[in-house]
């Protein structure tokens, strides 16, 4: 069994930064794919960043420039580096790590940006 807790969440004042992490525990094998996403109130879940374990990323155009994605495999932990942060992106944030051909996914954590 896979588990995936993230952290860092909270509420910032635009223009601030928040470092989200995400950790996986359980059994572990070779990670492919982490990324986070998110999702606001009343719209759908989207992509923000991802990473290859090769460490190719693909941000969302609306990020881009101010968060940044990476990963520490050692610690099989993905971080969200977010700087600039806009009352747009308030949502909550949720981790997703691929693994085994499956995909296992955080319970989330709130990023709340003030104007």
């Known amino acids: 069994q896979v588990q995936l807790v993230e952290s860092g969440g909270g509420l910032v004042q635009a223009g601030g930064s928040l470092r989200l992490s995400c950790a996986a525990s359980?059994?572990?094998?070779?990670?492919?794919?982490m990324g986070w996403y998110r999702q606001a109130p009343g719209k759908q879940r989207e992509l923000v960043a991802a990473?290859?374990?090769?460490?190719?990323?693909n941000l969302a155009d609306s990020v881009k420039g101010r968060f940044t994605i990476s990963r520490d495999n050692a610690l099989n932990t993905v971080y969200l580096q977010m700087n600039s942060l806009k009352p747009e992106d308030t949502a909550f944030y949720y981790c997703?790590?691929?693994?085994?051909?499956?995909?296992?996914w955080g319970r989330g954590t709130q990023v709340t940006v003030s104007s």
């Open positions: 990473i290859t374990s090769g460490g190719v990323t």
């Open positions: 997703k790590m691929q693994m085994r051909g499956l995909n296992y």
């Open positions: 359980g059994t572990i094998a070779s990670i492919n794919v």
